[in-house]
T-cell receptor, first 113, second 111 residues
Framework: QKEVEQNSGPLSVPEGAIASLNCTYS??????FFWYRQYSGKSPELIMS????GDQEDGRFTAQLNKASQYVSLLIRDSQPSDSATYLC?????????????FGQGTILTVHP | DTAVSQTPKYLVTQMGNDKSIKCEQN?????MYWYKQDSKKFLKIMFS???????INETVPNRFSPKSPDKAHLNLHINSLELGDSAVYFC??????????FGPGTRLTVT
């Protein structure tokens, strides 16, 4: 059973701080990794994709991947109250070219003013 | 100009009924998916179609039957609804192995 694990939180950070969300995965053959943000009552929204070891930056968001440790993280700099949401880590099955994603249980992030 | 749309948004029905949820995407993607998100917010894939061909079929009761009339549409029919089917069902689409984009979801409540 391929698994994706996240700390469910809640993670609470003050406005302006860096929020760090972590994810580990069990399938060593996985090649593609995604972070989705889900506001309460809304659908998951893709915010970051990362495919190779290292960092991938987009605005205030940085995704980090370490395949040797089977670890992927998301850093949110200058956190805003509008970043308060559930963050889902998703890992693409390494055994197929099709897009089967396995999701973690999500980390609830609260940014307080 | 909605990218992935689903109907209906809410569905309330009684046990034993049959219902359908429809999904359409206008992104030109070739792969579509159905996911179920339970009350604990855990998101799990159910089915996937690539160019109208079923490519992912997870361990789902055979009361659930997906149908893809063309690349832009994927429907989900559920027979003999049970209380445990209550959840939010999300449709998603992608260009084969790339990023998936989700529809707004259908909240199904079985009473």
């Amino acid at each position: 059973q391929k698994e994706v694990e996240q700390n469910s939180g809640p993670l609470s950070v003050p406005e302006g701080a860096i929020a760090s969300l972590n994810c580990t995965y069990s399938d060593r053959g996985s090649q593609s990794f995604f972070w989705y943000r889900q506001y309460s009552g809304k659908s998951p929204e893709l915010i970051m994709s990362i495919y190779s070891n290292g960092d991938q930056e987009d605005g205030r968001f940085t995704a980090q991947l370490n395949k040797a440790s089977q670890y992927v993280s998301l850093l949110i700099r200058d956190s805003q109250p509008s970043d308060s949401a559930t963050y889902l880590c998703a890992v693409k099955d390494g055994g197929t070219s099709y897009g089967k994603l396995t999701f973690g249980q999500g980390t609830i992030l609260t940014v307080h003013p | 100009d909605t990218a992935v749309s689903q109907t209906p948004k809410y569905l309330v029905t009684q046990m034993g009924n049959d219902k359908s949820i429809k999904c359409e995407q206008n992104l030109g993607h070739d792969t579509m998916y159905w996911y179920k998100q339970d009350s604990k917010k855990f998101l799990k894939i159910m089915f996937s179609y690539n160019n109208k061909e079923l490519i992912i079929n997870e361990t789902v009761p055979n009361r659930f039957s997906p149908k893809s009339p063309d690349k832009a549409h994927l429907n989900l029919h559920i027979n003999s609804l049970e209380l445990g089917d209550s959840a939010v069902y999300f449709c998603a689409s992608s260009l084969t192995q790339y990023e998936q984009y989700f529809g707004p979801g259908t909240r199904l409540t079985v009473t």
